[in-house]
């Protein structure tokens, strides 16, 4: 059975750097052909996708926080952690890491499964 | 950027059919994955592939996908589908970019 959880600061400052960690069971990123990304949800909006990483160190960001995203990979730990710098009180939001899953690349595969989430607010 | 365009909102009486739509340019040529989220719940997988259906969605969910519009169809609308949807791309005409639809909220009435 494959698991997600994310782990994290539930508050940060304006201009402050977050870090978050999604800690996973049930399959290895070490693994040829494993992905996993981060998606946020700002309160009552939409999903938006921030990064991916793969099995082979390959990553990827979304375009428009590309200068503010680092994601990266412990494979030992069974983890994948994302840091988001300058952090704004815009990026308050629901945080999501999932695994991907696909019948031959990472990008045009899908979610499955879901983290249940973790809730950040940035606020002074 | 990749645009995925869905309407706000959609409404159906129980036991009807309901279609949700996504747009974007060419969307045919795309594979198009599909997620339900209720109030206070992560998303989960309903439709992938623009028409697979994982293991425990009900054969009630379908998708289809061609030209410009992908959609959701839901038949014999429970109230237990009462739930925000949202479609899912991949963008890789310049770099790997995840694109998710604006999500419908789908009202039972």
């Known amino acids: 059975q494959v698991t997600l959880r994310e782990s994290g600061p539930a508050l940060v400052k304006p201009t402050q750097t977050l870090t978050l960690t999604c800690t996973f069971s049930g399959f290895s990123l070490s693994t040829s052909g494993m992905c996993v990304s981060w998606v946020r949800q700002p309160p009552g909006k939409a999903l938006e996708w921030l990064a991916l990483?793969?099995?082979?160190?390959?990553?990827y960001y979304s375009t428009s926080l590309k200068t503010r995203l680092t994601i990266s990979k412990d494979t030992s730990k069974n983890q994948v952690v994302l840091t988001m710098t300058n952090m704004d009180p815009v990026d308050t939001a629901t945080y999501y890491c999932?695994?991907?899953?696909?019948?031959?690349?990472?990008?045009?595969?899908?979610?499955?499964?879901w983290g249940q989430g973790t809730l950040v607010t940035v606020s002074s | 950027s990749y645009v995925l365009t869905q309407p706000p909102s959609v409404s159906v009486a129980p036991g009807k059919t309901a279609r949700i739509t996504c747009g974007g340019n060419n969307i045919g040529s795309k594979s198009v994955h599909w997620y339900q989220q209720k109030p206070g719940q992560a998303p989960v997988l309903v439709i992938y592939?623009?028409?697979d259906r994982p293991s425990g969605i009900p054969e009630r969910f379908s998708g289809s996908n061609s030209g410009n519009t992908a959609t959701l169809t839901i038949s014999r609308v429970e109230a237990g589908d009462e739930a925000d949807y949202y479609c899912?791309?991949?963008?890789?005409?310049?770099?790997?970019?995840?694109?998710f639809g604006g999500g419908t909220k789908l009202t039972v009435l």
């Open positions: 990483i793969d099995w082979d160190d390959d990553k």
């Open positions: 899912q791309v991949w963008d890789s005409s310049s770099d790997h970019q995840g694109v």
């Open positions: 592939y623009d028409s």
């Open positions: 999932a695994r991907i899953r696909h019948g031959g690349s990472c990008y045009s595969g899908w979610f499955d499964p």
